[in-house]
């Protein structure tokens, strides 16, 4: 009897001690996220729900990963950010890392999820001012914050558009005062993408239906992507599986963004509570509507590229912006990393 009660005490031990072991075993575990720096596109604002609902919803830590947000400085300086190391994941502009692939292949990082699919570059005038097309910009002086998408392919732009660039000056503004200036006529336009321009005027109580008239890069034979994920190429040959739960991660936040864009907004509205609810709403509603809207994602989905058309973007930004090489698209887009097809969005407006 004392043998029987000392092996069952032995195996109770021993069962205890595997439960520890496994608690302890899991806390490790837990304990062992991957760190992910990761730089935004802009200041918050309510369409970046869609990186940011991954963190308040715990989608990132599900993956397993320890991600740091911050804002960012323009679509194009966050391709910088990424490619100097300074972070491991960025939201950018695609053809901003085309131009640095076709210049510092070794140095570009690799985008892995394309999210904005129809160009929104543009250049905004006053409404009742003379300028009607692209042709009216000469001899008319510019604005723009320094690290803009629309900046960087301006003289892709104006090479297609017919415009002797060379005649229109450029001038630097701060974002913030971007409308404001154009308004008071301190600047005869500005340039941006179209949202930015269209609801940092309702936030400063402009009515930019009224008061602008936009000319459009994507009227003018410019059919090219816009803000991807990006990633680092070391970060991501050293952390492949760690890229895909992000993306699996931000996929998801994309997705309740889609589902419910008023909802998302408080994810930005928590960490920059002075913005106006309203309108940062209206931008996301208009965001998804217009950006994320391409009809080829019914076919390839939400995350992907047509290879055709992310070839022809290519030669286009490469040719107008005298490119001496011209990069694979390989070189600048993988899906390697992307969720499967049928967890990715086919629809994300009516």
Known sequence: MDKRLHTWSAALAGVLLGAVGGVAGGSTAAMAETPVKLVLNWKYQGPQALILLAEDNGYFKAEGLKVTIDQGEGSGASITKVATGSYDVGFGDINS??????????????????????????????????????????????????????????????TMAGIDAGKVTLTNMQANLREQMLMRGQVDGVLGYVNTITFGAKAAGMNPDKDFRFIKYGDYGMDLYSNAIVVSRAFAKENGEAVKGLLRAINRATKDMIADPAKSVGSVMKREPLLNEAVEIERTEATIRQEMNHPEIARIGLGDVDPERFQRSIEIVVKANGLERTPKASEVFTDAYLPPRADRPSRVAP
């Open 97 to 158: 890392l085309i131009t640095l692939a076709a210049k510092s292949p070794d140095e570009a990082p690799i985008a892995v999820y394309m999210m904005y699919n129809t160009p929104p570059f543009t250049v905004a005038v006053k409404a009742d001012g003379p300028i009607r097309t692209p042709k009216d910009l000469e001899g008319k002086t510019i604005g723009s914050p320094a690290s803009d998408g629309a900046l960087k392919l301006f003289p892709a732009f104006a």
